[in-house]
């Protein structure tokens, strides 16, 4: 069994979660702060928006995999895949710009976040109900 789509939308994720990473890398050696955050905010939120992600990704990309093992259709998988990494980027971009208030970004990259991972686990369930009245 190949997974390609679902390994595609990962490896765009781990990169995602690289950049994130780097950028609170960035922070430390700017402001020289080896662990925490050292009450400094800019990197206080950039190891949020880091951390949000990592929180995040996990079951988002367990149920994709899952969906696509269990034979969800390559258009829809693309479609919240897609939908995921939009998500994730608005999410990042608006706590950013927010700095850690509201921003449209925010609100519509974790109403998209919860969106997909909703999607994803009713089409997980809707199979395993479907295998069990069969």
Not at 71 to 84: E, F, N, P, R, Y
């Amino acid at each position: 069994m190949s997974l390609f789509i679902s390994g595609f939308y990962a490896a765009l994720t781990g990169l995602l979660v690289l950049a994130l990473a780097y950028r609170v890398v960035r922070l430390r050696r700017a402001y020289k702060i080896g662990l925490g955050d050292g009450g400094n905010d800019a990197l206080h939120l950039a190891n949020r928006v880091h951390g949000n992600l990592l929180e995040n990704a996990p079951i988002a990309l367990l149920l994709l995999v899952l969906a696509e093992a269990n034979g969800m259709a390559g258009v829809w998988l693309h479609l919240l895949g897609t939908i995921w990494l939009v998500a994730r980027l608005l999410h990042a971009i608006g706590l950013t710009q927010g700095k850690g208030g509201y921003h449209p970004g925010r609100f519509l990259g974790t109403l998209f976040t919860w969106i997909s991972i909703l999607v994803l686990a009713l089409f997980n369930l809707w199979q395993y109900v479907g295998r069990l009245l069969l």
